[in-house]
Antibody, heavy 121, light 110 residues
Framework: QVQLQESGPGLLKPSETLSLTCTVS??????????WTWIRQPPGGGLEWIGC???????KYNPSLKSRVTISLEPSNNQFSLELSSVTAADTAVYYC?????????????WGQGTLVTVSS | QSVLTQPPSVSAAPGQKVTISCSGS????????VSWYQRFPGTAPKLLIY???KRPSGIPDRFSGSRSGTSATLGITELQTGDEADYYC???????????FGGGTKLTVL
């Protein structure tokens, strides 16, 4: 059974860098054809795909966030991570890590429980 | 503003059938199958439907999906009060090179 768990600070100040880690069990981040994915949901809002990384370290990013986002693999710990720079209050959201299937339709069957990140001065 | 368009809310009585629409364009729904997700407050989304009307293990056949052109539809039959949740559609957009989602539809079972 694939399980994912997010970890990282829950409170940031404007202009700081958000850093989250996703620990994966039941699968390997360094093999297979899956997309290791970050998605967020602001309070009262809808889902927003942030981006993903595959087993080789190749990344895809949401064009609206691309200038501020870095997603990377940490194979030695079977983890992948998210960095989002220069955060503002608009980045306040529940952040989910997930495993997407590695083909064009991109279904996402496995999700972490989500972690709330609040940006406030 | 979401790339995919869903109605904000739908409602129906227990035992009835409801459909939730998801409208897009050729670069997303017109080119790739939509996935449907169910989300209860405070929990992560759960995949309900993917590809051409496939269901993950454990999802009852009361849930179904279809596509026509650049629109997709989630159908739920034999509605139960436990189906009250938010439902999202999502797929890959070949022009944006990104996953796009609908804004979500709140289902109320009266």
């Amino acid at each position: 059974q694939v399980q994912l768990q997010e970890s990282g600070p829950g409170l940031l100040k404007p202009s700081e860098t958000l850093s989250l880690t996703c620990t994966v069990s039941g699968d390997s981040v360094s093999s297979g054809s899956n997309y290791w994915t970050w998605i967020r949901q602001p309070p009262g809002g809808g889902l927003e795909w942030i981006g993903c990384v595959d087993y080789s370290g190749s990344t895809k990013y949401n064009p609206s966030l691309k200038s501020r986002v870095t997603i990377s693999l940490e194979p030695s710990n079977n983890q992948f991570s998210l960095e989002l720079s220069s955060v503002t209050a608009a980045d306040t959201a529940v952040y989910y890590c997930a495993r997407g299937e590695g083909y064009s339709n991109y279904p996402i069957p496995y999700w972490g429980q989500g972690t709330l990140v609040t940006v406030s001065s | 503003q979401s790339v995919l368009t869903q109605p904000p809310s739908v409602s129906a009585a227990p035992g009835q059938k409801v459909t939730i629409s998801c409208s897009g364009s050729y670069s997303n729904i017109g080119s790739n199958y939509v996935s449907w997700y169910q989300r209860f407050p405070g929990t992560a989304p759960k995949l309900l439907i993917y590809d051409k009307n496939k269901r993950p293990s454990g999802i009852p056949d009361r849930f179904s999906g279809s596509r026509s052109g650049t629109s997709a539809t989630l159908g739920i039959t034999e509605l139960q009060t436990g189906d009250e949740a938010d439902y999202y559609c999502g797929t890959w957009d070949s022009s944006l090179n990104a996953v796009v989602f609908g804004g979500g539809t709140k289902l109320t079972v009266l």
